[in-house]
């Protein structure tokens, strides 16, 4: 067996899809990394500020390749991890929503995207961990980065009224429904059958 199919082999024995989460942010970071540095041209006619973009996104897909390295190492359930990779998703998108002002409005819809994932994922625990996060994140953009601070009307940047609408509505009327992916499995889920049934074995009068 090649290396490559043994690592499938034991990616596809795990028991969540982490894997396929740390792969995503490794090519979406990747694309945006390769994409910021080949637009900026030549390294030598990078301005200071291209030079910090393209510094911070080197950092943000070196920790996307290390959970996916850890993954590999240690492919069982690791909280830790995920914890890490909902801070440098969330962290990542407040940054470039920091740095690009009203160009990054469209990383609001990664918020969600990543809000989402993480709870189809992981459960409701992580959503509403990733959700705080969000807001946080849109709110800290909100009150400090001046481009956006010129329309705060009645407090809030219409964009950012209806994404925190959208998260709220997350909040109350689809967690009660919601479950992980993974445990929502068929597969996954592990029923009882009569032979292993302690009631009908007692009514039965077998041994337990």
Not at 42 to 63: M, R
Not at 116 to 133: I, K, P, V
């Amino acid at each position: 067996m090649s290396a490559l199919a043994h690592l499938r082999h034991r990616l596809a024995r795990r028991e969540d899809s982490e894997h396929e989460q740390a792969l995503l942010r490794i090519v979406i970071v990747g694309l945006v990394l390769a994409y910021m540095a080949g637009f900026h041209g030549w390294p030598s006619e990078w301005s200071a500020n291209n030079q910090h973009i393209v510094l911070v996104l080197s950092g943000f897909f070196a920790v996307a390749v290390a959970i996916f390295a850890s993954i590999c190492a240690y492919p069982g359930r690791n909280v830790v991890r995920r914890l890490v990779g909902m801070v440098a998703d969330i962290g990542g998108c407040t940054w470039y929503m920091w740095v690009a002002g009203e160009y990054g409005f469209f990383v609001i819809g990664i918020f969600l995207f990543v809000t989402f994932g993480n709870g189809f994922r992981y459960g409701r625990r992580y959503l509403f961990a990733c959700q705080l996060l969000a807001i946080f994140g849109m709110f800290a953009v909100l009150l400090y980065v001046p481009s956006w601070q010129e329309h705060r009307i009645a407090g809030s940047h219409p964009h950012t009224l209806a994404t925190l609408g959208l998260l709220e509505i997350v909040g109350k009327h689809t967690l009660p429904r919601f479950q992980p992916r993974h445990i929502a499995d068929p597969r996954n889920v592990q029923q009882d059958t009569p032979r292993d049934d302690p009631v009908r074995r007692r009514r039965d009068g077998r041994p337990r």
